[in-house]
C-alpha cells in the first residue's frame, strides 16, 4: 500500500533562512508525486509535481523539491524563507495509472521575523 | 482561471440533521473528490466520482453519501449530522489522462456540528 510520511508538523525559520521540509513515500510502481501549500482558511493549491524526466522539478514562489528513488524522498526546499511563505504544506503520491491520491499528514511551516 | 467553488464557507448545523455540501467546477473534470480535513491526519478521502451517477468510497465513507447528477456538480451529504462530523471539508477536481496527476481544491466548508 502506498503512503507518505512527513517529518516534522511544524517547521520554524528565521525569514531569509533555508527551508526543508521532509518528505518520504513508499510505492509498489514509479509514482507521481506532489507538494500543496495551503493558506489560511483556503483550500490546497500546487506547489509543484514530479511526473517523469528531470529529477530536480521548479515550483511556484522559489520552491523547489527533488525526487530521489534510491532514498525514497521528494524534499521541498526554498533558499530563502519569506514572511508570505508560512502556511501548511502538504506532500503527496498518486501511483501512475492509479486513482486515489495519498496526503501526508501535513508540515505547519512558520515563518520568523 | 479554473477554479471549483463550494457551496459555503462556514456552516453550523445541529445534531441529527440532513446536512448538504456542494461543489462546482468548470473545468469540465470527469473526477471529483471530497475529502475531510483535520488536525494531524492531513486529507482523508471520504468518496469520489469518475463519472456522472458513478461513485466509488474512499477510506471514511460512514455516515456520508454523495450525488453526481451532472459533470460540473458533486454533492456531500450527511444523512444524519453529528458533532463527530465537525470538520474542514474539501472538494476537488482531477482531469483524465497520464499527466493528469493534479488535483483542483475549493476553499473548503467548515462545517461545525452542534
Known amino acids: 500500500a502506498q503512503s507518505v510520511t512527513q517529518l516534522g508538523s511544524h517547521v520554524s525559520v528565521s525569514e531569509g533562512a533555508l527551508v526543508l521540509l521532509r518528505c518520504n513515500y513508499s510505492s509498489s510502481v514509479p509514482p507521481y508525486l506532489f507538494w500543496y501549500v495551503q493558506y489560511p482558511n483556503q483550500g490546497l493549491q500546487l506547489l509543484l509535481k514530479?511526473?517523469?524526466?528531470?529529477?530536480l522539478v521548479k515550483g511556484i514562489n522559489g520552491f523547489e523539491a527533488e525526487f530521489k528513488k534510491s532514498e525514497t524522498s521528494f524534499h521541498l526546499t526554498k533558499p530563502s524563507a519569506h514572511m508570505s511563505d508560512a502556511a501548511e504544506y502538504f506532500c503527496a503520491v498518486i501511483n501512475t495509472g492509479g486513482f486515489k491520491t495519498i496526503f501526508g499528514a501535513g508540515t505547519r511551516l512558520f515563518v520568523k521575523a | 482561471d479554473v477554479k471549483v467553488t463550494q457551496s459555503s464557507r462556514y456552516l453550523v448545523k445541529r445534531t441529527g440533521e440532513k446536512v448538504f455540501l456542494e461543489c462546482v467546477q468548470d473545468?469540465?473534470?470527469?473526477?471529483m473528490f471530497w475529502y475531510r480535513q483535520d488536525p494531524g491526519l492531513g486529507l482523508r478521502l471520504i468518496y469520489f466520482s469518475y463519472d456522472v451517477k458513478m461513485k466509488e468510497k474512499g477510506d471514511i465513507p460512514e455516515g456520508y453519501s454523495v450525488s453526481r447528477e451532472k459533470k460540473e456538480r458533486f454533492s456531500l451529504i450527511l444523512e444524519s449530522a453529528s458533532t463527530n462530523q465537525t470538520s474542514m471539508y474539501l472538494c476537488?477536481?482531477?482531469?483524465?489522462?497520464?499527466?493528469?496527476?493534479?488535483?483542483?481544491f475549493g476553499p473548503g466548508t467548515r462545517l461545525t456540528v452542534l
Open positions: 476537488a477536481s482531477r482531469g483524465t489522462g497520464v499527466q493528469s496527476g493534479e488535483q483542483f
Open positions: 514530479y511526473t517523469t524526466g528531470a529529477t
Open positions: 473545468m469540465d473534470h470527469e473526477n
